[in-house]
T-cell receptor, first 116, second 112 residues
Framework: ETGVTQTPRHLVMGMTNKKSLKCEQH?????MYWYKQSAKKPLELMFV???????ENNSVPSRFSPECPNSSHLFLHLHTLQPEDSALYLC???????????????FGPGTRLLVL | GQQLNQSPQSMFIQEGEDVSMNCTSS?????WLWYKQDPGEGPVLLIA?????ELTSNGRLTAQFGITRKDSFLNISASIPSDVGIYFC????????????FGTGTSLTVIP
């Protein structure tokens, strides 16, 4: 248990569906992240939120839409996805998110997404 | 984004052997983190390093923050079957905001 939870753990969706991934952190952190992890590929940073404000959008297609209502919750809204979007989606959080001293990033268990 | 160079890419070892892996960067980092990831799960933090030259242990795992601040090493002593998994390094540069940079991973297989 890392203090970061994600739901659902597994998701199968069609290309016309709309779904949302949820992440919650219980660590009192101020920064939250979405990563995509495809088979045989390194972690890809998607979005970063710091104090609820988006500070990084790593050229992610608009069919992925993040939402951060507060520092503890992060959502990833999905619509009209493609089969190549199938991957493990990981949420993470870190303390201040300012690149200061002693930053540590903790990951959730991930959502395994399959797009048919 | 920038990736860290992690080696080796994979390792097959006998149970009881020691393991070493490393991560290098062309940039200076102020934080190095080491994670282990099991299939279908998220990475779990093993060791965090914050000072050049720092040597930190977590059970049979030992990691070091390189003096040049451009590399880090992870050693596993007396490997056991449950050490199997993918090990990732991650680093953060000073004053660059939130972003962490990740290595490409080392896949470890332990043969009983």
């Amino acid at each position: 248990e890392t203090g970061v939870t994600q739901t659902p753990r597994h998701l199968v969706m069609g290309m016309t569906n709309k779904k949302s991934l949820k992440c919650e952190q219980h660590l009192g952190h101020n920064a939250m992240y979405w990563y995509k992890q495809s088979a045989k590929k390194p972690l890809e940073l998607m979005f970063v939120y710091n104090f609820k404000e988006q500070t990084e959008n790593n050229s992610v297609p608009s069919r992925f839409s993040p939402e951060c209502p507060n520092s503890s919750h992060l959502f990833l809204h999905l619509h009209t996805l493609q089969p190549e979007d199938s991957a493990l989606y990981l949420c993470a959080s870190s303390q201040s998110g300012t690149g200061g001293d002693q930053e540590t990033q903790y990951f959730g268990p991930g959502t395994r997404l399959l797009v048919l | 984004g920038q990736q860290l160079n992690q080696s080796p890419q994979s390792m097959f070892i006998q149970e009881g052997e020691d393991v070493s892996m490393n991560c290098t960067s062309s940039s200076i980092f102020n934080t190095w983190l080491w994670y282990k990831q099991d299939p279908g799960e998220g990475p779990v933090l093993l060791i965090a390093l914050y000072k050049a030259g720092e040597l930190t242990s977590n059970g049979r795992l030992t990691a070091q923050f390189g003096i040049t601040r451009k590399d880090s090493f992870l050693n596993i002593s007396a490997s056991i079957p449950s050490d199997v998994g993918i090990y990732f390094c991650a680093g953060q540069k000073i004053n660059t905001g939130n972003q962490f940079y990740f290595g490409t991973g080392t896949s470890l297989t332990v043969i009983p």
